[in-house]
């Protein structure tokens, strides 16, 4: 048995930083990336004649689909058609199926689970037999656990393999929560579980599996990302291995430079610093060598409009400059407000994201089903925390203008 177990590849993705301009090779590039990096995974599958491929949910980025992604999926499928390769479909709160929209039609060797547990029995290219279970996300939201409909290990089978969209062992959490005990007892050879884009193994006996987004797909989400290929021994035991898929990679770099030197030698000195060996994309976080930065670019970098400068003077570097922030200097005191502001601010910012406010507001504010991903998106201690320290940086900025006034 030889499978590929794939996740979150989220075709149609918009690239999160990322501005693409029209006729410009390497905006073509940065769209056609993600769809590059699914015909990589395509092409993985045809050469090492794998048996079926495992899609674990938000195969395509949202139920709103374009007919491009449309199109290019159903071609997908029809070249692992052609050589005999199944596929297999659970969706999840990205392309979660009670949309309404009914796709392209597809070929008979896509197999798209709903939500009756009822298992797809395949006859692998080796005479091996096996049951593959899956259940689709039918709403965005998932409050309970899916396992209960998964059946327990069928006894005629070589394999039983698992498909699940969801978080394992979070407290609390609207993408079908479940325990990784709970899954254990199953009794299933291999879990592929989506909607953590993090690639990681959770155990190994038996396999229970996050593969990750194929392709990093914003800031966060940095270094390689792509699948897991799986062979079978012949004492029934799984050989696993992670597979590179990615075109673009997303990169954290600190840089520290003088920040009051000609601006030419300062993106000289940028340049220098990214690696293009394969193509990156690039977050920037810049500090000052003497701690004293200069405030023309420190502008520059809070209105973003450096970063396009930058990627104007990378024009034949094979990376892009997504996000520029100025480096956090913790103990320098002068970015501290005065001590009553500074606590009057420290007390009201606890109240705003510690209890919730602004996420209330947001509630309040977006009802409608189709702006509930603006109330998801913010729903993040990482977004939270990026908003809490822009807002920091513009107090203490515009202190520095009051007192040059
Ligand atoms: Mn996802």
């Known amino acids: 048995m030889k499978f590929i177990h794939v996740a979150d590849s989220h075709l149609g993705n ?115 037999k096996v049951a593959v279970v899956g259940i689709s996300y039918a709403d965005r939201h998932i409050e309970k656990s899916l396992l209960d409909k998964y059946q327990t290990r069928r006894d005629d089978v070589d394999y039983q393999i698992g498909l699940y969209h969801g978080e394992v062992d979070s407290n609390q959490s609207n993408y079908a929560p479940v325990k990784l005990e709970d899954i254990k007892i199953l009794g299933y050879d291999y879990f592929a579980l989506g909607h953590i884009h993090i690639a990681q193994v959770l155990s190994e006996n038996p396999y229970v599996a996050y593969s990750g987004s194929i392709q990093g797909l914003n800031k966060k989400e940095v270094g390689p990302h792509g699948v897991i290929y ?28 003088d920040t009051n030197q000609e601006l030419d030698l300062i993106m000289q000195t940028i340049k220098q610093k990214l690696d293009d060996s394969i193509f990156s994309v690039y977050s920037l976080n810049i500090k000052d060598i003497n701690n004293e930065f200069n405030d023309a670019l420190a502008v520059r970098i809070n209105f973003g409009t450096f970063k396009d400068e930058l990627n104007l003077f990378l024009e034949d570097k094979d990376v892009f400059v997504a996000n520029t922030d100025i480096a956090e200097n913790i103990d320098q005191e002068d970015d501290k407000l005065p001590d009553i502001d500074q606590a009057i601010w420290e007390q009201t910012a606890k109240e705003v994201f510690d209890g919730d406010i602004f996420l209330k507001e947001l509630i309040t504010r977006f009802k409608e089903p189709e702006e509930r991903f603006i109330v998801d998106y913010f729903n993040n201690s990482d977004i939270l925390h990026d908003i809490y320290k822009k807002t920091q940086s513009l107090i203490n900025n515009s202190k520095g203008d009051q007192d040059e006034d």
């Open 14 to 128: 918009p690239l999160n930083g990322i501005t693409i301009k029209e006729d410009d090779p390497k905006s073509t590039f940065l769209f056609n990336s993600l769809f590059k990096t699914f015909i990589n995974i395509i092409d993985l599958a045809i050469s090492n004649d794998v048996d079926f491929i495992l899609f674990a949910g938000d195969l395509y980025n949202t139920t709103n689909r374009s007919i491009y992604v449309e199109d290019f999926l159903g071609k997908q499928f029809f070249r692992l058609k052609e050589k005999n390769i199944k596929v297999y479909i659970i969706h999840g709160n990205h392309d979660f199926s009670n949309d309404g929209i009914p796709h392209l039609p597809w070929g008979d060797n896509v197999v798209e689970f709903n939500n009756n547990g009822r298992a797809d029995i395949l006859e692998t290219k080796n005479q091996e």
């Open 230 to 257: 799986v062979q079978s021994n012949q004492d029934k035991t799984l050989n696993v291995e992670f597979i590179h898929t990615n075109e673009i990679e997303w990169k954290n770099l600190d840089i520290e430079l």
